[in-house]
């Protein structure tokens, strides 16, 4: 026995590893000398033919330890381990349940025979951490699968199921499910004094690929758009080459070291990494014990049957749980049936769900004109017009029709949640359920916890979005609450910079080039110029577009002119609406603006406003803030968010360009930076 490893040798000479570290058993220093120390007591011990290694809790081994690459490696290492056990002359069989992931399944791969239960799933995800698999997953997997298909796993890095994994070659064996302990040790029986198979030593899959670079280029060209500002695929790519190429498996090996080593110090990587465990941090609320009770949310009532309670709608059809969606007018109500339904079937047709699956989710909606057939609904979310005296009257109404204890959720994207929730006598149960659309794809929610919101409520909220695949994120109440408010101030600087004489395209590019997917103007094009909700004070530019009937890409172009096919283009129109709007407000041309500089103007007041966001306790932790803008505006990953990259380029330079902007930094950010510290270390 060590602390989190046990060591039994079962009839027939069959030596158990058994590695029990909660939550994941992750591959860290701990758990690596419980291997370390139960293969070498097996390799040395005669009566010992065969050894298992199987994990107890729910998972196999999920990965190394993502934390540790921070720190010099500790011995043994990864790689002195996986060495370690490469060299036990006894065949050994590695039994995976939960999910072998990363150098989970690296250290399968070497073992001789990999053998699963069905409900089991496999893969390496390590591109999502900035990495590639650096425990020779690069070289094995392509030797059991083929170059192509080893690029399509570890470039999308989701995890395949067990039987597809068998289909695959990646694991030989399927055991019973709850019986796979038995099932490996007679599998173990069974290969004793067998020649035991190398996946090192294959060469039958990867040398069809030999001498043909052709297959990475048109990857890479193939994916160019959704590669743009990753690191770690173009590694990935040259690793897998690597494979096809250079016969010797150790000379592959050591290539594979080398591009994993430049990714690990990469800020990409950092950032990744870093995101990995923001992600994870936002469900932690210091006053609200994981251990708070929750309640159980088994029907919703969604009301207003618009393009937003659509996709919310679709969020808990997702999730198996039944829907009643109330609209105000049959026509509406209608309309909004028709697109989720055309929306399911569309998933069906591009083979993303079954026609099974689309009936199973259509049957959990009943559709109603009153909001009595809420009466015994657990959650009602309300995602009706965003003015604040329509959403009270709903809220008063609900107050009558909804059970005692029913939670009632707002959507609002920016009232006061408190004003709603005063038009109830329940304001313990009311809460924010904040979604981006399209609601049914965006991971963001924005959990909105107002004055009285009870602790109970926010546990559940919290809870019922992870149920759906979200990540929650906690905020308290404030205009914009924290995605919105802190983007915001990007749309704002955009406005400005336009109207000293930049082209939307200069800027659209720049931000593009940064990393996000749109440039805001292009955003406010596809979204729409007239949304309700700028409450501009001054003339704008938005301002004047609309009156020009220009409402962005649904009706006569935007800032950009559109083509037939879609394509923008500049618009002489929108440049004359500039200049006249920037005339009449006597904004002067601000002369030559480097790309670095558009960026520093646009995204540093976005870290400005998160400090003020930190600092008046809207959002927990900064940590929670870059996860609202990766998740909410596609803010991108391989930054960090706006904090992290802030604390990146440091706070002190930060400060500085907001100066030279005429922006007031927040109290906050100036003391973080005078102190030399950082918002997210
Ligand atoms: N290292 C360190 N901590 C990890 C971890 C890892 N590889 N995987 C999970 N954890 C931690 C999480 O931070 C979380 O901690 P918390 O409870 O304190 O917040 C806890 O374990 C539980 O994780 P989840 O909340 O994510 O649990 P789920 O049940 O939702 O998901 C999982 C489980 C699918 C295993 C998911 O945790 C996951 O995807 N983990 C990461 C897998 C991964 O990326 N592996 C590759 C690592 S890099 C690598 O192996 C390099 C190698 O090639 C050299």
């Given at each position: 026995?060590s602390?989190?490893?046990?060591?039994?040798?079962?009839?027939?000479?069959i030596?158990v590893?058994?590695?029990?570290?909660?939550p994941?058993n992750?591959?860290?220093?701990v758990t690596r000398r419980?291997i370390?120390a139960?293969c070498?007591?097996?390799?040395?011990d005669?009566?010992?033919k065969?050894?298992?290694?199987?994990?107890?809790?729910?998972?196999?081994i999920?990965g190394?330890d993502?934390?540790?690459?921070?720190?010099?490696?500790i011995?043994?290492?990864?790689?002195?381990?996986?060495?370690?056990?490469?060299?036990?002359d006894?065949?050994?069989?590695?039994?995976?349940?939960?999910?072998?992931?990363?150098?989970?399944?690296?250290?399968?791969?070497?073992?001789?025979?990999?053998?699963?239960?069905p409900s089991?799933r496999?893969g390496?995800?390590?591109?999502?951490l900035?990495l590639l698999?650096?425990?020779?997953?690069?070289?094995?997997?392509p030797?059991?699968?083929?170059?192509e298909?080893a690029l399509?796993?570890m470039?999308?890095?989701a995890p395949?199921?067990?039987?597809?994994?068998?289909?695959?070659?990646?694991i030989?064996?399927?055991a019973?499910?709850g019986?796979l302990?038995?099932?490996?040790v007679?599998?173990?029986?069974?290969?004793?004094?067998?020649?035991?198979?190398r996946?090192?030593?294959?060469q039958d899959?990867?040398?069809?690929a030999?001498?043909h670079p052709e297959?990475y280029?048109?990857?890479?060209?193939?994916n160019?758009r959704?590669?743009r500002g990753?690191?770690?695929p173009g590694?990935?790519v040259?690793a897998?080459?690597?494979?096809a190429?250079?016969?010797d498996?150790?000379?592959g090996?050591?290539r594979?070291?080398?591009?994993f080593?430049?990714?690990?110090a990469s800020p990409?990587s950092?950032?990744?990494?870093y995101y990995f465990f923001?992600e994870?941090?936002?469900a932690?609320?210091p006053?609200i014990?994981?251990s708070?009770p929750?309640v159980?949310?088994?029907t919703v009532g969604v009301?207003g049957?618009?393009?937003?309670?659509?996709g919310?709608?679709?969020s808990?059809?997702?999730a198996?749980?039944a829907v009643?969606l109330?609209e105000a007018?049959?026509?509406a109500?209608d309309?909004g049936?028709?697109?989720i339904?055309?929306?399911?079937?569309?998933s069906?047709?591009?083979?993303r769900?079954t026609?099974?699956?689309v009936?199973?989710?259509?049957?959990l909606i009943t559709?109603?004109?009153?909001?009595?057939?809420?009466?015994?609904?657990d959650l009602?979310?309300?995602a009706?017009v965003e003015e604040?005296?329509a959403?009270k009257?709903?809220?008063a109404r609900l107050?009558?029709?909804?059970?005692?204890?029913a939670i009632?959720?707002?959507?609002?994207?920016f009232l006061?949640?408190?004003?709603?929730a005063?038009?109830?006598?329940?304001?313990?149960?009311?809460?924010?359920?904040h979604?981006?659309?399209?609601a049914n794809?965006?991971?963001?929610?924005?959990v909105?916890?107002?004055?009285?919101?009870?602790?109970?409520?926010?546990?559940?909220?919290?809870?019922?979005?992870k149920?759906?695949?979200k990540?929650p994120?906690l905020s308290r109440v404030?205009?914009?609450f924290i995605a919105?408010r802190?983007m915001?101030?990007r749309?704002r600087?955009?406005d400005?910079l336009?109207?000293?004489?930049?082209?939307?395209?200069e800027?659209d590019?720049?931000?593009q080039?940064?990393?996000?997917?749109?440039?805001?103007?292009?955003m406010?094009?596809l979204?729409?110029?007239?949304?309700?909700?700028r409450?501009d004070?001054?003339?704008?530019v938005?301002?004047d577009?609309?009156k020009?009937?220009r409402?962005?890409?649904?009706r006569?172009?935007g800032?950009?002119d559109?083509?037939?096919?879609?394509a923008?283009?500049?618009s002489p129109?929108a440049?004359?609406i500039?200049?006249d709007?920037?005339?009449a407000r006597?904004?002067a041309?601000?002369g030559?603006?480097?790309?670095?500089?558009i960026?520093?103007?646009?995204?540093?007041?976005?870290?400005?406003?998160?400090?003020?966001v930190?600092?008046?306790h809207?959002?927990?932790r900064?940590?929670?803030i870059?996860?609202?803008?990766i998740?909410?505006?596609?803010?991108?990953?391989?930054?960090?968010?706006?904090?992290?990259?802030?604390d990146?380029i440091?706070?002190?330079?930060v400060v500085?360009g907001l100066a030279?902007?005429d922006?007031e930094?927040?109290k906050?950010?100036v003391d973080t930076?005078a102190?030399?510290?950082?918002?997210?270390r």
């Amino acid at each position: 026995m060590s602390e989190v490893g046990t060591y039994t040798v079962e009839d027939g000479g069959i030596g158990v590893v058994a590695i029990d570290h909660p939550p994941v058993n992750a591959l860290g220093i701990v758990t690596r000398r419980a291997i370390d120390a139960g293969c070498r007591k097996f390799a040395d011990d005669d009566a010992v033919k065969a050894i298992v290694l199987i994990c107890g809790g729910r998972t196999f081994i999920a990965g190394a330890d993502i934390a540790e690459f921070d720190h010099p490696p500790i011995a043994p290492t990864i790689h002195q381990l996986f060495d370690l056990i490469e060299a036990i002359d006894k065949p050994i069989v590695a039994a995976i349940h939960g999910t072998a992931l990363g150098a989970g399944l690296e250290l399968a791969l070497i073992c001789n025979y990999r053998i699963a239960v069905p409900s089991a799933r496999v893969g390496l995800p390590e591109v999502s951490l900035g990495l590639l698999p650096g425990a020779g997953g690069t070289q094995r997997l392509p030797r059991i699968v083929g170059v192509e298909r080893a690029l399509e796993l570890m470039i999308s890095g989701a995890p395949v199921p067990a039987t597809k994994a068998l289909e695959l070659g990646i694991i030989d064996v399927l055991a019973e499910e709850g019986g796979l302990r038995e099932d490996a040790v007679a599998l173990a029986r069974t290969v004793i004094g067998k020649p035991a198979p190398r996946v090192r030593d294959r060469q039958d899959m990867v040398a069809p690929a030999r001498g043909h670079p052709e297959i990475y280029a048109d990857f890479l060209q193939k994916n160019a758009r959704a590669f743009r500002g990753f690191k770690a695929p173009g590694n990935i790519v040259k690793a897998v080459e690597a494979a096809a190429e250079i016969e010797d498996f150790d000379a592959g090996m050591a290539r594979e070291a080398e591009l994993f080593a430049e990714l690990l110090a990469s800020p990409e990587s950092a950032a990744q990494r870093y995101y990995f465990f923001a992600e994870r941090e936002t469900a932690k609320i210091p006053d609200i014990p994981r251990s708070t009770p929750t309640v159980a949310i088994d029907t919703v009532g969604v009301i207003g049957g618009g393009a937003m309670s659509g996709g919310i709608a679709m969020s808990f059809l997702d999730a198996g749980i039944a829907v009643t969606l109330v609209e105000a007018s049959r026509e509406a109500l209608d309309r909004g049936l028709a697109v989720i339904r055309e929306k399911y079937q569309n998933s069906a047709q591009k083979g993303r769900m079954t026609p099974a699956q689309v009936d199973r989710r259509l049957a959990l909606i009943t559709p109603a004109l009153d909001l009595a057939a809420l009466a015994e609904a657990d959650l009602i979310v309300e995602a009706v017009v965003e003015e604040e005296s329509a959403k009270k009257e709903v809220f008063a109404r609900l107050d009558a029709v909804a059970r005692p204890g029913a939670i009632l959720a707002s959507n609002t994207s920016f009232l006061d949640l408190d004003a709603i929730a005063s038009a109830t006598g329940r304001p313990d149960r009311v809460v924010g359920l904040h979604f981006f659309p399209p609601a049914n794809v965006m991971r963001l929610v924005e959990v909105v916890r107002g004055a009285r919101t009870s602790a109970e409520v926010v546990a559940t909220a919290m809870a019922l979005a992870k149920k759906l695949g979200k990540v929650p994120v906690l905020s308290r109440v404030c205009a914009g609450f924290i995605a919105n408010r802190i983007m915001g101030e990007r749309g704002r600087q955009a406005d400005r910079l336009v109207l000293q004489g930049l082209t939307p395209h200069e800027i659209d590019r720049a931000i593009q080039d940064f990393g996000f997917a749109m440039g805001p103007f292009q955003m406010m094009d596809l979204v729409g110029l007239d949304v309700p909700g700028r409450g501009d004070t001054e003339r704008t530019v938005a301002g004047d577009l609309v009156k020009a009937d220009r409402l962005g890409q649904k009706r006569n172009g935007g800032y950009y002119d559109y083509d037939d096919q879609g394509a923008a283009m500049p618009s002489p129109v929108a440049a004359r609406i500039i200049a006249d709007v920037a005339r009449a407000r006597g904004i002067a041309a601000a002369g030559q603006v480097s790309s670095e500089q558009i960026v520093a103007r646009l995204l540093y007041p976005v870290v400005n406003e998160g400090a003020k966001v930190l600092e008046e306790h809207v959002a927990i932790r900064a940590s929670d803030i870059d996860v609202a803008a990766i998740l909410g505006y596609n803010w991108p990953v391989f930054t960090g968010g706006p904090m992290f990259w802030a604390d990146m380029i440091g706070l002190r330079k930060v400060v500085d360009g907001l100066a030279a902007q005429d922006i007031e930094p927040a109290k906050l950010l100036v003391d973080t930076a005078a102190r030399g510290a950082a918002f997210t270390r």
